[in-house]
């Protein structure tokens, strides 16, 4: 359940719209050698691999000074190669985006960065290769999606893949469908271990097929083609080049080097995974927020888990669902637990008792945060086994709350494992402090690598992918 409704975030985080940020510090240009200044090029001219345009940072009109006989050209080439090289550094390390362009919902910023001490250092000691193999997000998440860019770049550049028309579903047994030799197409650009016959006959091999190309996109792996898996295949390349672009770009909002004990979401996937020593230790599903109520991005650190939470109602969530709920049907707040409270100034609010009705189950793990979310426990569980989870008020709920308490809580003289259970069952509501805060990290993965080599891509349903790349591509026109 999410205290704070999106517009309200926004005017909590998102900071008054500000001019384009000031252009980075060049430093004084310095003698660089000829080896140094390949170094650069090369560098520059690679830029496409982490993600920007071709030519994006084209050093050619530098280097073609550099080859001036004027001393004065030969200058004024070093100076533009460093301001480049200022430009680039700070893109790869930081990212594109002004903080004003950061949206409300985005609560991940990345720390601010002046390349130029470091590029000056590495000069002066001969560390130059060192510096800019430096510059990227030190983690395999970033560096898989390098190479997954390079294979759907090269995708794209052999024509991407043919739209499946519409049509019924198409399943095991299937025969004399045209469309079934196409999905066989389309499924084997993405996937080479398809041998492709062309028979429109839909058989075991084009069944497992299927499957793994859903399990690729979060999708239900029944081995139908239905109209969620048309539309995720039907999705052009040049969108999942979009996608995997937007994610390299997220990467760099995060710190140089992660907890290697922590916990995270991915929002979109609705998954959540505890770290113990930088290795996944306990996975869950979730349940995230529903677009218009969107699970912000962000970090904190969780320092204690409320047992038998009461539900401190949000004003929105009163006023939209449950006082039009109990005008249609007086006495629906009395039988689901929920107490008028009077606060100063007149007014009430909505409270929802601790107990078996109770939104927030019988677990809440809480975390400083400007949005009012925080991870808890669900008396619905039904949401679990559906393949789209996306339908919480911003908050998390969680699918194995009570494992997860005691993980967290392991280390505590005062909460073992059957204290917790006891004071479950007492139902009485107590806060118990984590023996030492733990890091929680909600982020937004739309396209990451699997240990097999894969691809895999979420939908993007609060439409973020498809806004950061349209404010890069603003940034880049001002």
């Given at each position: 359940?999410?205290?704070?409704?999106?517009?309200?975030a926004?005017?909590?985080?998102?900071?008054?719209?500000?001019?384009?940020?000031?252009?980075?510090?060049?430093?004084?240009?310095?003698?660089?050698?000829?080896?140094?200044?390949?170094?650069?090029?090369?560098?520059l001219?690679?830029a496409?691999?982490?993600?920007?345009e071709?030519?994006?940072?084209?050093?050619?009109?530098?280097?073609?000074?550099?080859?001036?006989?004027?001393?004065?050209?030969?200058?004024?080439?070093?100076?533009?190669?460093?301001?480049?090289?200022?430009?680039?550094?700070?893109?790869?390390?930081s990212?594109?985006?002004?903080?004003?362009?950061?949206?409300?919902?985005?609560?991940?910023?990345?720390?601010?960065?002046?390349?130029?001490?470091?590029?000056?250092?590495?000069?002066?000691?001969d560390r130059?290769?060192?510096?800019?193999?430096?510059?990227?997000?030190?983690?395999?998440?970033?560096q898989?999606?390098?190479?997954?860019?390079?294979?759907y770049?090269?995708?794209?550049?052999?024509?991407?893949?043919?739209?499946?028309?519409?049509?019924?579903?198409?399943?095991?047994?299937?025969?004399?469908?045209?469309?079934?030799?196409?999905?066989?197409?389309?499924?084997?650009?993405?996937?080479?271990?398809?041998?492709?016959?062309?028979?429109?006959?839909?058989?075991?091999?084009?069944?497992q097929?299927?499957?793994?190309?859903?399990?690729?996109?979060?999708?239900?792996?029944?081995?139908?083609l239905?109209?969620?898996?048309?539309a995720?295949l039907?999705?052009?390349?040049?969108?999942r080049?979009?996608?995997?672009?937007?994610?390299?770009e997220?990467?760099?909002?995060?710190?140089?080097e992660?907890?290697a004990?922590?916990?995270?979401?991915?929002?979109a996937?609705?998954?959540?995974?505890?770290?113990?020593?930088?290795?996944?230790t306990?996975?869950?599903?979730?349940?995230?927020g529903?677009?218009?109520?969107?699970?912000?991005?962000?970090?904190?650190?969780?320092?204690?888990?409320?047992?038998?939470?009461?539900?401190?109602?949000?004003?929105?969530?009163?006023?939209?669902?449950?006082?039009?709920?109990?005008?249609?049907?007086?006495?629906?707040?009395?039988?689901?637990?929920?107490?008028?409270?009077?606060?100063?100034?007149g007014g009430?609010?909505?409270q929802?008792?601790?107990?078996?009705?109770?939104?927030?189950g019988?677990?809440?793990?809480?975390?400083n945060?400007?949005?009012?979310?925080?991870l808890?426990?669900?008396p619905?569980r039904?949401?679990?086994?559906?393949y789209?989870?996306?339908?919480?008020?911003?908050c998390?709920?969680?699918?194995?709350?009570?494992?997860?308490?005691?993980q967290?809580l392991d280390?505590?003289?005062?909460w073992?494992?059957?204290?917790?259970?006891?004071?479950?069952?007492?139902?009485?509501?107590v806060?118990?402090?984590?023996?030492k805060?733990?890091?929680?990290?909600?982020?937004?993965?739309?396209?990451?690598v699997?240990?097999?080599?894969?691809?895999?891509?979420r939908d993007?349903?609060?439409?973020?992918?498809?806004?950061?790349v349209?404010?890069?591509?603003?940034?880049?026109?001002?």
């Amino acid at each position: 359940m999410s205290a704070a409704p999106a517009v309200l975030a926004q005017a909590q985080v998102r900071p008054a719209r500000a001019p384009q940020q000031a252009p980075v510090a060049v430093p004084a240009p310095p003698a660089l050698r000829a080896d140094q200044i390949d170094l650069l090029a090369k560098a520059l001219n690679d830029a496409p691999s982490h993600g920007f345009e071709p030519g994006a940072f084209a050093p050619d009109r530098a280097l073609a000074l550099l080859d001036s006989r004027s001393a004065s050209d030969r200058q004024a080439g070093v100076t533009q190669l460093v301001a480049l090289t200022m430009r680039y550094a700070k893109a790869v390390h930081s990212g594109r985006l002004a903080p004003a362009d950061f949206d409300g919902n985005w609560g991940l910023r990345p720390a601010a960065y002046d390349p130029a001490p470091g590029f000056a250092a590495a000069v002066q000691n001969d560390r130059l290769a060192g510096w800019l193999e430096d510059l990227s997000p030190p983690y395999t998440g970033y560096q898989t999606l390098q190479k997954g860019l390079v294979v759907y770049r090269d995708l794209a550049a052999k024509g991407g893949w043919a739209v499946i028309p519409e049509g019924p579903p198409l399943k095991l047994g299937d025969k004399g469908d045209p469309r079934i030799a196409q999905l066989e197409a389309r499924l084997a650009v993405e996937d080479p271990t398809i041998a492709v016959d062309k028979a429109p006959v839909f058989d075991e091999a084009l069944q497992q097929a299927l499957m793994r190309a859903q399990k690729r996109f979060g999708l239900n792996p029944d081995g139908v083609l239905g109209k969620g898996t048309l539309a995720a295949l039907n999705v052009p390349v040049q969108l999942r080049i979009d996608q995997i672009v937007a994610n390299m770009e997220r990467w760099r909002w995060l710190p140089e080097e992660l907890p290697a004990d922590r916990i995270q979401v991915n929002i979109a996937a609705a998954v959540m995974s505890v770290f113990h020593h930088d290795a996944p230790t306990l996975t869950m599903r979730a349940v995230t927020g529903r677009p218009g109520d969107e699970t912000p991005m962000l970090q904190s650190q969780i320092h204690s888990i409320v047992l038998n939470p009461p539900w401190n109602v949000p004003s929105s969530i009163a006023t939209k669902e449950l006082w039009p709920k109990e005008r249609a049907n007086p006495g629906y707040l009395a039988r689901n637990d929920f107490i008028v409270i009077p606060t100063e100034g007149g007014g009430t609010r909505l409270q929802q008792k601790a107990g078996d009705k109770a939104a927030l189950g019988l677990v809440k793990f809480d975390f400083n945060n400007p949005y009012g979310v925080y991870l808890h426990d669900t008396p619905s569980r039904a949401k679990f086994a559906s393949y789209s989870r996306l339908a919480s008020h911003g908050c998390v709920r969680l699918e194995k709350p009570i494992p997860l308490a005691k993980q967290l809580l392991d280390g505590s003289t005062e909460w073992t494992p059957e204290n917790v259970d006891a004071t479950i069952a007492s139902g009485k509501t107590v806060r118990a402090q984590l023996p030492k805060p733990m890091a929680v990290y909600l982020l937004y993965w739309t396209a990451y690598v699997t240990p097999d080599g894969q691809v895999n891509f979420r939908d993007d349903p609060y439409g973020w992918d498809r806004t950061l790349v349209q404010r890069i591509a603003a940034s880049k026109a001002v």
